[in-house]
């Protein structure tokens, strides 16, 4: 969902967009594109770095991802450092857009630990599978972590009526 309101954004738009992959376990957005990482933003946090050397600029868009360490042993307390709010300082100077992409609020903290530092957050809940309790506590947990959540998006919804019925309706 995000890597393609990313890929959006930065066609038709116009506009220069980050895309943060923030899932420390399992980084997946440098796999989509093709890019072998050298640096992530977390060796950039660390080091206080420029933060270059943790863009990858995708073709000659103006789109460019900025991938989750391979190196990097995980680690939490990396969103409650000092050095991540002039890290925060650098990219909204850069780029007109940041989109974060962390791994899912049931399985890791780390999207609550960076939900005060971003200006908004989507909430994605996988159709059939989350139950509403779990959906309404995650989106309490955020609300608590000082986030404030712009919507919520509804993924994987299976159509079980034929699309010509659906049309009908």
């Given at each position: 969902v995000i890597r393609e309101f990313a890929r959006v954004s930065a066609a038709k738009f116009g506009?220069?967009?980050?895309?943060?992959?923030?899932d420390q376990h399992h980084p997946t957005q440098h796999l989509f594109f093709h890019i072998i990482p050298e640096c992530g933003w977390q060796e950039v946090v660390?080091?206080?770095?420029?933060?270059?050397?943790?863009?990858?600029?995708?073709?000659?868009s103006r789109l460019f991802i900025s991938p989750s360490s391979q190196n990097f042993t995980s680690n939490p307390s990396i969103f409650n450092s000092l050095l991540i709010d002039v890290f925060w300082k650098k990219l909204k100077q850069r780029f007109d857009l940041i989109l974060v992409d962390?791994?899912?609020?049931?399985?890791?903290?780390?999207?609550?630990?960076?939900s005060a530092k971003v200006?908004?957050?989507v909430l994605v809940v996988e159709a059939e599978k989350t139950?509403?309790?779990?959906a309404e506590n995650i989106r309490d947990r955020i609300k608590r972590s000082g986030g404030?959540?712009?919507?919520i998006v509804l993924n994987k919804r299976r159509y079980y009526i034929p699309?010509?019925?659906y049309k009908r309706l």
């Open positions: 506009k220069s967009v980050l895309l943060l992959d923030a660390r080091d206080n770095g420029p933060i270059e050397k943790a863009l990858y600029q995708i073709g000659e962390s791994p899912p609020a049931t399985t890791s903290t780390d999207g609550l630990a960076m200006d908004g957050i139950r509403w309790p779990v404030n959540i712009l919507g699309n010509f019925i």
